[in-house]
Each structure stands twice: as C-alpha cells, then as structure tokens.
T-cell receptor, first 109, second 113 residues
Framework: ELKVEQNPLFLSMQEGKNYTIYCNYS?????LYWYRQDPGKSLESLFV?????AVKQEGRLMASLDTKARLSTLHITAAVHDLSATYFC?????????FGTGTRLQVFP | ETGVTQTPRHLVMGMTNKKSLKCEQH?????MYWYKQSAKKPLELMFV???????ENNSVPSRFSPECPNSSHLFLHLHTLQPEDSALYLC????????????FGPGTRLTVL
C-alpha cells in the first residue's frame, strides 16, 4: 500500500527566510503533484512533476522530484505572508492520487 | 461559471436526513472524483467516474451513494449518516482517468448532528 509522508506537518517561518518541505513516498511512482489549500478553500494545483529529475518553479516556490529516492521537495525562497497556507503533495498510484497529510505553513513578519 | 462548482457550500443535517451534494464541471473533462477531507487526516478518495462509468469505489459505506448522469455532473447522495462523516467533501475533475492533473471544486462543509 502506497504511503505518502510530509514533513514538517507545521512550519512557522519568518518573512524573508528560506525553507524546504519534504514529501516521501513508499512505492515506485513517477508522477507527483503539489497543491495549495487556503483555509476554508479548495485545493489549487501548484506543480505537476512527471519524471525523475523534474524541477519546476513558480515565483518563490520551486518543486523537484527524485523518483529513485522517492522524494519530492517544495522549496520556499524569501517567504512572504501570502504564502501562508497548507501544502499537500500527492503521488499517482495506478491512476489514483494518494495525498500526504499536508504541511501547514505560517509566515510571520 | 467556470471550473468546478459545488453546492451547497455548507450543509448541516441530522442522522436521519437524506440530502445530496452536487458537483458540476465546466472544463469539458471526462473524469470526476469525490474526496473526503477530515481534520488531521489525508485527503481520501471515495469514488471515481470515467466517462460516466464508476471505476473506483474506495470501500465507502453504502450510506454514501454517488450518481453521475453525464460527464459534467456528479452527485453524492447521503442518508443515515453518522457524526464521524462530518468533513469537507471535495469534487474534482480531470481530462480523463489517466490525465495527470485534477482540478478541485470549493468543497461542501458537511456537519452531521
């Protein structure tokens, strides 16, 4: 059974700082997704990573995928308050998405 | 309207009630999904429909009954629910079952008393 683990589960960081969220998964997959969810809102697609070594960047966020290590990272550069949200990774397992528990990010001045 | 819409956005019901959640997608997609999001638990896939055919039932109790009359609409019929069924129910769609990206609706916040 595929398991997806994220860490940390909660992250409080100061504006302007850098940090990385990790997503580990337990079985082979070469498709991984990152989503953002604001409180009371739905999930917004951030990145779709479809191959080993894939790297995508959008603004202050950069996501990468290492299928051999079964690891994806979401790197935050120079955090701003607007990035405060919960971030989920999801791994494609035989056409079914398995989600991590989410990382709740809080950025303070 | 664009994207994926869900109604109602909030629902409070007693354990003996019958209610339905509605999802509509305006993206021309052929696959639709129901997910359950409970506090402090990962998002759980409940049902999948691909070209109106149910392709996945993730061991969901029979008190949840999905219906997909066409590729644009998806319903979740609820009856004799339990308090532990209180959660955010999210609908999503994708081009088809094999498409890499799913687009989510705003969700229905369900409270069962």
């Amino acid at each position: 059974e595929l398991k997806v683990e994220q860490n940390p589960l909660f992250l409080s960081m100061q504006e302007g700082k850098n940090y990385t969220i990790y997503c580990n998964y337990s079985t082979t997959s070469d498709r991984l997704y990152w989503y953002r969810q604001d409180p009371g809102k739905s999930l917004e697609s951030l990145f779709v990573l479809l191959s080993n070594g894939a790297v995508k960047q959008e603004g202050r966020l950069m996501a990468s995928l290492d299928t051999k290590a079964r690891l994806s990272t979401l790197h935050i550069t120079a955090a701003v308050h607007d990035l405060s949200a919960t971030y989920f990774c999801a791994v494609d397992n035989t056409d079914k998405l398995i989600f991590g528990t989410g990382t709740r990010l809080q950025v303070f001045p | 309207e664009t994207g994926v819409t869900q109604t109602p956005r909030h629902l409070v019901m007693g354990m003996t009630n019958k209610k339905s959640l509605k999802c509509e997608q305006h993206l021309g997609h052929n696959a639709m999904y129901w997910y359950k999001q409970s506090a402090k638990k990962p998002l759980e896939l409940m049902f999948v429909y691909n070209f109106k055919e149910q392709t996945e039932n993730n061991s969901v109790p029979s008190r949840f009954s999905p219906e997909c009359p066409n590729s644009s609409h998806l319903f979740l019929h609820l009856h004799t629910l339990q308090p532990e069924d209180s959660a955010l129910y999210l609908c999503a769609s994708s081009q088809d079952r094999l498409a890499p990206e799913q687009f989510f609706g705003p969700g229905t916040r369900l409270t069962v008393l």
